[in-house]
Every structure is written in structure tokens, then in C-alpha cells.
């Protein structure tokens, strides 16, 4: 069936540095890719998203790049904050099956 | 412009009792998916419902558990006889016309407690 896998499950940064998460998706009919950030006991907010036509999309800090040959894609986060803090979670796949998480924690 | 409203927010239900959850998507949308999720775990695929249709419920458990999207009014996610292993956060998202292909919008989640 699909899945979609997602690295790494913790990351801890310090302030002003970049975070990288990544994801590889199986259904290669997939076309679009959206993150989706979740903090402690609140709901799951899109943040950003891609679709298959494009290889990158940027929004102020925050950017997603594709690579459909090799079924994966990563968000990127300039310059790290710490109300950055929290679960960020990918998607793919024809009913948005989502990654594990990842706990992005931004040390001051 | 509401959006996507999910009630009640906790529930408590004690073992073999039923759990009825529900879900008004945004003003608009008329797909539906239901996503459960366990403590520090990820978002489970659980049913993706159209306006009086199930379009895939591949996620749901064969037993106990049931979805509905009515003409009217909100969808329903039902789960009968309810055991521990049922407690969880379980959430609904809405889209557009689009369906998958336009952004999932969630509502703030029903918290399942099974006693």
C-alpha cells in the first residue's frame, strides 16, 4: 500500500540555524505535497505545499523542494526560531497518508 | 468564514459504550477525510467521504467503527463498543472541490478517552 516515510523524528537546532526534513513517498502517482506543522494539543496547520509541476516553492522562511524521479521531497527552514518548535508532519499519496512526524525543537 | 468544526472536543466513554464524534467541514468543502492520532504518533488515514458517499475507508477498522456524510448536516464518525485501545485524538479535515489535490484544512481534534 502507500507509504510515506519521514526523517529524522527528532531534531534539535540552535536559534538562526537551518533544519532540513525529509520524505520519500511510494505512490508515484502522488502530485501533491503539502507540511503540515502541529503544536502540543492543537490541530495539524498547513505551512506549505507543492505540486508535482513544480520542483521548488519558497514562502519567507520556509521552502519545499521536490525530486519526483527519486520519490522524495524536504522542507527547509532558514533561520530557526524558537516558536518554530514543534511536530511537523509530511504528506503524499491520493488520500494524504502522512509521515511519522518529526519533533523540531529550537534551542535560544 | 468557519472553520472546521469538530465536536465534542473530549469525550469519555467507558468500555463497551459507543462514540459518536462529529464534523462540519468548512463553508464550502464537500470532501471529508477522518485521521486518528495516538499519543506522539502520526496522523492514521482513517475514512475520505463525499457527500453521501464513502470514497475509501481502507483505514477504518472492519469492526466497530462506521462513517457517514449525510446530504445534511455534519459527518459522523461512530465507533461501537468501545475498548482502551480506542482512546486518541481524532480529527477531521475538509477541502475544496478539488478534493486531495487542494489543501486539508483540520478542525481541532475530538480527544477519545475510553475508561
Known amino acids: ?108 | 468564514n468557519a472553520g472546521v468544526m469538530q465536536n465534542p472536543r473530549h469525550l469519555v466513554r467507558r468500555r463497551g459504550q459507543e462514540a459518536r464524534l462529529r464534523c462540519s467541514p468548512m463553508k464550502g468543502h464537500s470532501h471529508v477525510y477522518w485521521y486518528r492520532q495516538l499519543p506522539e504518533e502520526g496522523l492514521k488515514f482513517m475514512v475520505y467521504l463525499q457527500k453521501e458517499n464513502i470514497i475509501d475507508e481502507s483505514g477504518m477498522p472492519k469492526e466497530r467503527f462506521s462513517a457517514e456524510f449525510p446530504k445534511e448536516g455534519p459527518s459522523i464518525l461512530r465507533i461501537q463498543q468501545v475498548v482502551r485501545g480506542d482512546s486518541a485524538a481524532y480529527f477531521c479535515a475538509s477541502s475544496g472541490r478539488q478534493g486531495v489535490l487542494s489543501p486539508l484544512h483540520f478542525g481541532n481534534g475530538t480527544r477519545l478517552t475510553v475508561t
Open chain 1, 1 to 108: 500500500g502507500e507509504n510515506v516515510e519521514q526523517h529524522p523524528s527528532t531534531l534539535s537546532v540552535q536559534e538562526g540555524d537551518s533544519a532540513v526534513i525529509k520524505c520519500t513517498y511510494s505512490d508515484s502517482a502522488s502530485n501533491y505535497f503539502p507540511w503540515y506543522k502541529q503544536e502540543l494539543g492543537k490541530r495539524p496547520q498547513l505551512i506549505i505545499d507543492i505540486r508535482s509541476n513544480v520542483g521548488e516553492k519558497k514562502d519567507q522562511r520556509i521552502a519545499v523542494t521536490l525530486n519526483k524521479t527519486a520519490k522524495h521531497f524536504s522542507l527547509h527552514i532558514t533561520e530557526t526560531q524558537p516558536e518554530d518548535s514543534a511536530v511537523y508532519f509530511c504528506a503524499a499519496g491520493g488520500k494524504l497518508i502522512f509521515g511519522q512526524g518529526t519533533t523540531l525543537q529550537v534551542k535560544p
